[in-house]
């Protein structure tokens, strides 16, 4: 049942990801984008780590891709940008994925992955990362919880005036 | 058959492929940053699952795919303004005729 599940999740997840980068009209490619991210979802919520998969559709799919579709209407170009495939692009792009791709295969099966540490989790996962991000011991991660939210206060206001329309123009 | 690492991370570096050959073919400087976002979906991705298969138990690995998830967000952010700041003063997202960088 699981095996199945996974395929299925396969399938969807990278027939939508191998169209994102295919596709030549830009809106289509967004909405392919949902697809592939949704599939992600579905693999951590068959990893068992559904606070993730919820995490995963509320931040990619309900924020970054409503504000990629924003800006696909914003920079629509009069007449359409058809962002055909070019041959001599998608080759050497081709090249280059293909011997990513087989080089991380190759260095995965050459890797055993010993599962460690089978510690028996009587919190619930939200609640342990919760403790996890915010705990002030040699094991919690408050620092970096709070370098995050500078950063992103920081890149908020960095958009806000990048994309400010300038006055008297 | 029992599904085992291996598998899920085959799936992600698919996915990361798929991220590089977006980001090397495409001329739409939107649909690049779609391919980013594939790459770092990989990437947390791996997170998750080498985080719930071999440490099972601890949720450090999730905690580093929120942190992922986070920078993510930021960096859409910043690049959809610049994108959009670009088109207002050039009239174009085509990255190959955005050259005014180019020396």
């Known amino acids: 049942m699981e095996t199945i599940v996974f395929y299925i999740l396969v399938i969807v997840t990278l027939f939508c990801a191998v169209k994102v980068v295919t596709t030549p009209l830009v809106f289509r490619a967004a909405i392919y984008l949902i697809g592939s991210l949704l599939g992600m979802a579905g693999f951590f919520m068959l990893l068992g780590a559904e606070f993730m998969s919820a995490v995963q559709i509320v931040v990619y799919v309900g924020g970054i891709v409503v504000l990629i579709i924003f800006a696909v209407m914003l920079t629509s170009e009069p007449g359409g940008m058809q962002d055909r495939p070019d041959i001599k692009r998608t080759i050497p792009a081709a090249i280059v994925s293909g011997l990513v791709f087989f080089g991380l295969v190759y260095v995965f099966s050459l890797t055993e992955f010993k599962r460690m540490y089978p510690v028996e989790q009587n919190k619930g996962l939200a609640q342990a990362i919760g403790e996890k991000l915010l705990s002030l011991g040699p094991d919690g991660y408050i620092l970096p919880f709070e370098v995050v939210s500078v950063l992103l206060v920081a890149a908020l206001i960095g958009a806000i005036i990048i994309a400010k329309k300038e006055r008297g123009e | ?103």
């Open chain 2, 1 to 103: 058959m029992m599904l085992t690492i291996h598998h899920y991370l085959i799936v992600s570096a698919a996915l990361f492929s798929l991220g590089i050959f977006g980001l090397l073919s495409r001329r739409n400087a939107v649909v690049v940053l779609m391919s980013v976002e594939l790459i770092l979906n990989a990437a947390s991705m791996n997170f998750i699952v080498l985080g719930q298969l071999v440490t099972p138990g601890l949720v450090t690995g999730k905690v580093f795919a929120i942190f992922v998830i986070t920078v993510a967000a930021a960096e859409a952010a910043v690049a959809m303004a610049i994108i959009v700041g670009i088109f207002k003063y050039r009239q174009t997202v085509d990255v190959e005729k955005i050259t005014d960088l180019k020396w």
